[in-house]
């Protein structure tokens, strides 16, 4: 048996290698242990489900897709701020600010808009930075259980404002008085 000492930034610490036994030295123990985790999870509850037919429950703080909001007048909230893309760790939210013409008073509510905002959905984390930065409520990850579908081009993964703005029915039906039954 050799026993070494060894220094790591100061501290000592003793290594020794010891003989191995008649069955350490055949790896039995070892394969029999590594054969009893297998069969130990050989009986237990399969973690996969089978998607089209199943459908996982989601977590209570999950955070779907992305939406820009919009207000009770069917108008968009985003002023193009910008915080929501500084404050993205990844970076995935760009933004090209415009003035509002005068004759779109009924499309913007502020001066100042997002003429293009989009959102790689690539490079998304999820995180919800983007919602808690802005000072609008403008943007807001959906309770709905959509993830983002399936494609084969990267392109399609570029969400603009034609998929984040709120549909005007949608707008409409939140602003409704709910009926107290």
Same mark, same amino acid.
């Given at each position: ?5 060894? %220094? !790591? %930034?100061? $501290?000592?610490?003793? =290594?020794?290698?010891? *003989? ?6 055949m790896y039995l123990l ?13 009986? /237990?509850?399969? @973690?996969?489900? +089978?998607?089209?037919?199943?459908? $996982?429950?989601? %977590?209570?703080?999950? /955070? ?5 909001? $919009?207000?009770? +007048?069917?108008? *968009?909230?985003?002023? @193009? #701020?910008?915080?929501?893309? !500084?404050? #993205? ?9 415009a003035e509002r013409k005068?004759?779109?008073?009924? !499309?913007? $509510? ?16 999820? #995180?919800?930075? #983007?919602? *808690?930065?802005?000072?609008?409520? @403008? ?14 081009? /990267? ?9 984040? =703005?709120?549909? !005007?029915?949608? @707008? =409409?039906?939140?602003? +409704?008085? +709910?009926?107290?039954?």
């Open positions: 048996m050799s026993i070494k000492e060894i %220094s !790591l %930034s100061g $501290r000592k610490k003793v =290594v020794s290698n010891k *003989e191995m036994t008649f069955l350490e030295r070892a394969i029999f242990k590594g054969l009893g985790i297998t069969i130990k999870h050989f009986f /237990r509850k399969k @973690a996969t489900i +089978q998607f089209p037919e199943q459908v $996982r429950t989601m %977590s209570p703080v999950y /955070r779907g897709q992305h939406m820009l909001k $919009r207000d009770e +007048q069917g108008r *968009e909230n985003c002023t @193009a #701020c910008g915080l929501c893309a !500084l404050s #993205c760790p990844a970076e995935a939210i760009t933004m090209k600010a005068a004759d779109e008073k009924h !499309l913007y $509510r502020e001066e100042k808009y997002a003429e293009i905002y989009e959102i790689n959905m690539l490079r998304c984390i999820f #995180c919800g930075l #983007c919602e *808690e930065a802005c000072p609008k409520d @403008a943007i807001y990850l959906t309770i709905s259980k959509e993830l983002v579908p399936a494609n084969y081009n /990267r392109e399609d993964f570029i969400f603009g404002k034609d998929k984040l =703005v709120m549909p !005007l029915e949608i @707008a =409409v039906r939140n602003t +409704q008085p +709910q009926n107290a039954n």
